[in-house]
């Protein structure tokens, strides 16, 4: 299983761009890299996911580099309704099984 | 986007009780998972649920204590067996649709335990 591993806990201010970065090893070679949000008394929901380089959406962009042992989650001009936990997943490979492991997570602050 | 509905949402029991959540999704999916989310804390997989056998669990949890059921594609319990306080908990069920990583969960079911 590729463990990975955030800080704890983040702050910052509206508007401001966050970077959230995860370590993951030991990372395997079909392993897709996803990240989720969760808000209070609420199941995580997907934000992102990739596999190398990076990948933009709607609401984040992740940076993953060659050697893909870690990667960056980073949400552009938060605001407050972006308090919440962030997770990184490792694992998917397309047609494999996989066993889908939490890490700690990171709990991101946004301040006024 | 598919719908993952839990129920209970949540419920209060007492030690020593069983209880038993049901996932329903909308749509037909190979991998189903349920989760305990223990307060301020991370997820924590207790299981795989397999259509048509045994569930494969995780280290630390046991069949006899979280017995589930995957009757279909659609539709798995969990059942949290001879409750304890311990057991107070948010259950989630989880699933992914097409077996890359991207994880679809439930609302959640709220149990506590006196």
């Known amino acids: 299983l590729a463990k990975t591993t955030q800080p704890i806990s983040m702050d910052s201010y509206e508007g401001q761009e966050v970077n959230i970065t995860c370590s993951h090893n030991?990372?395997?070679?079909?392993?897709?890299i996803t990240w989720y949000q969760q808000f209070p008394s609420q199941g995580p929901r997907f934000i992102i996911q990739?596999?190398?380089t990076k990948v933009t959406n709607e609401v984040a962009s992740l940076f993953i580099p060659a050697d893909r042992k870690s990667s960056t989650l980073s949400l552009p001009r938060v605001s407050l309704s972006d308090t919440a936990v962030y997770y990184c997943?490792?694992?998917?490979?397309?047609?494999?099984?996989?066993?889908?492991?939490f890490g700690r997570g990171t709990s991101l602050i946004v301040h006024p | 986007s598919a719908v993952i509905s839990q129920k209970p949402s949540r419920d209060i029991c007492q030690r020593g009780t069983s209880l038993t959540i049901q996932c329903q999704v909308d749509?037909?999916?190979?991998?189903m998972f349920w989760y305990r989310q223990q307060p301020g804390q991370s997820l924590t997989l207790i299981a795989t649920?397999?259509?048509?056998?045994?569930?494969?669990?995780e280290s630390g949890f046991v069949i006899d204590k979280f017995p589930i059921s995957r009757p279909n594609l659609t539709f798995s319990t969990l059942t949290v067996s001879n409750m304890s306080p311990e057991d107070s908990s948010i259950y989630l069920c989880?699933?992914?649709?097409?077996?890359?990583?991207?994880?679809?969960f439930g609302e959640g079911s709220r149990l506590t335990v006196l």
């Open positions: 989880s699933v992914d649709f097409e077996g890359n990583g991207e994880l679809f």
């Open positions: 030991n990372i395997a070679t079909n392993d897709y």
């Open positions: 990739g596999y190398k």
């Open positions: 997943l490792v694992g998917g490979a397309s047609g494999g099984s996989y066993i889908p492991t």
């Open positions: 749509s037909q999916v190979t991998m």
């Open positions: 649920a397999n259509q048509g056998s045994e569930a494969t669990y």
